[in-house]
């Protein structure tokens, strides 16, 4: 059984700088994509960025060249690198986890930890 636990938010001042962590127990050796979601009050739940398992990366235009991630092999771990935040930056993150399991792939998500932007 794979549970993701995420970590890292906070309060930051704008510009500031943050990180999330994201860490996979149980198995998770066929996974597809590492990623990262949003959701802001009264918004869906947002792509912010993705690595898949061959290490190619996608980003949200919004934090394109801001935010990067990145991943532990050995941890079972990614992260959230937030660089230059901004108050619309400001919402629940989530980390997720798609997982290949026959026959289709299996989508895990992380409890979500709060991102505040504000002064």
């Known amino acids: 059984q794979v549970q993701l636990v995420e970590s890292g938010g906070g309060l930051v001042q704008p510009g500031g700088s943050l990180r999330l962590s994201c860490a996979a127990s149980?198995?998770?050796?066929?996974?597809?994509?590492m990623g990262w979601y949003r959701q802001a009050p009264g918004n869906q739940r947002e792509l912010v960025g993705s690595?898949?398992?061959?290490?190619?990366?996608n980003y949200a235009d919004s934090v394109k060249g801001r935010f990067t991630i990145s991943r532990d092999y050995a941890k079972n771990a990614w992260y959230l690198q937030m660089n230059n935040l901004k108050p619309e930056d400001t919402a629940l993150y989530y980390c997720?986890?798609?997982?290949?399991?026959?026959?289709?792939?299996?989508?895990?998500w992380g409890q979500g930890t709060q991102v505040t932007g504000s002064s």
């Open positions: 690595i898949s398992s061959v290490g190619s990366t």
């Open positions: 149980g198995n998770i050796n066929s996974f597809s994509v």
């Open positions: 997720n986890l798609d997982l290949r399991s026959y026959p289709g792939i299996h989508r895990y």
